[in-house]
Nanobody, 112 residues
Framework: QVQLAESGGGLVQAGGSLRLSCAAS????????MSWYRQAPGKQREMVAT???????NYADSVKGRFTISRDNAKNTVYLQMNSLKPEDTAVYFC??????WGKGTQVTVSS
């Protein structure tokens, strides 16, 4: 069983920055893939960024060059640094560990 706790969401003006954190606990393996997803009202949940055990990462085209995912295996924590935020980044952001485990989400709201 894995528990995930996201934090760091909030309200920010367009052009601003936020840093999301996701702390994992339970049966954690540093080799597992960790990801950030987001879901805006009325839209499907979409992958934002994924980081693999070696540190390589994939990003959605919409966030490339603005968002950076990173992980601290010693702390079982994954981060999402979000810069140059846009109103269209407004969504609930979810952390995912492996395939089956999801956090409850943290709201990010970007005002224009």
């Amino acid at each position: 069983q894995v528990q995930l706790a996201e934090s760091g969401g909030g309200l920010v003006q367009a052009g601003g920055s936020l840093r999301l954190s996701c702390a994992a606990s339970g049966r954690i393996f540093s080799t597992s893939v960790m990801s950030w997803y987001r879901q805006a009202p009325g839209k499907q949940r979409e992958m934002v960024a994924t980081i693999f055990s070696g540190g390589s990462a994939n990003y959605a085209d919409s966030v490339k060059g603005r968002f950076t995912i990173s992980r601290d295996n010693a702390k079982n924590t994954v981060y999402l640094q979000m810069n140059s935020l846009k109103p269209e980044d407004t969504a609930v952001y979810f952390c995912r560990y492996g395939v089956m485990n999801w956090g409850k989400g943290t709201q990010v709201t970007v005002s224009s």
